[in-house]
């Protein structure tokens, strides 16, 4: 077997500043993702845990954790009490996720937007366990404090999903719903300081901007405007016409 990726590397040079990303499939018969990177190239899984791991047999420790809570409540007549998601599990958790982390960035780049939205929701699901049961606010926020950059990149998934299918409106609906949402997370984590500096939050206000101005205008739109330049031209008769297109549209629901 030859180790050597040097022919690999060559035929793929890094770009600074730029996620390269392939997928193919492996010769298990499953699907992988690759990852060019300065030093090389990642490899993962595109389903399942991104490293192919199973701990202890289960499909991440997630699971894991999940499974031992179960075990707990049946222990403890249904009550969570007591139950801690302690150092080392939080460790092994934010490892775990820091991979999904990493293919989703690849799925976004590869245009798998529903991909990117499975993985940002299974890391959210993490942070919300580890929030209600790591034993102090620190711990908890060794995870959470990585929401903002999930919250983003979803809504980014989301947004160009939408944008891919020229459904502008649906797509400033989403960013807009992102924006609130990571404004939610602020305050309710008590860390509103933090809004003013918050790359995530400056970045789909800029991509809403953007996207706001470069939206094409509808039917309806495009009369308004030939009415108010009608009656600012005082051209009753047109300004009439224009009236009428206006309400068979609105009528139409187109």
Sequence with gaps: MNYDLTRLLQSWPYQPGQVAAKRFKGRDGQQKIQLRVDLGVLQMNAEGRPDGKRPLGMESWFHVMKARLKEHREAHEGSDEEFEVGPEECGK??????????RYICLFQLEDFAGVELDCERNLKVFEFVALHAPTEEAAWSLLQFIPQLLMMRTRARGTAALKQEHFDDAIMLIGDGIAELER??????????????????????????????????????????????????????????????????????
């Design 93 to 102: 958790l934010q490892q775990e996720c820091i991979q999904y982390h990493h």
């Design 185 to 254: 997370f602020y305050t309710e984590n008590e860390r509103v300081q933090m809004m003013e500096g918050s790359s995530e939050l400056a970045s789909l206000r800029d991509w809403l901007s953007q996207i706001t101005s470069r939206r094409p205008m509808s039917e309806v739109e495009r009369l308004e405007l030939d009415l108010a330049e009608a009656i600012r031209s005082e051209d009753y008769e047109r300004a009439a016409r224009v009236r009428d297109q206006i309400k068979k549209r609105q009528t139409s629901g187109s």
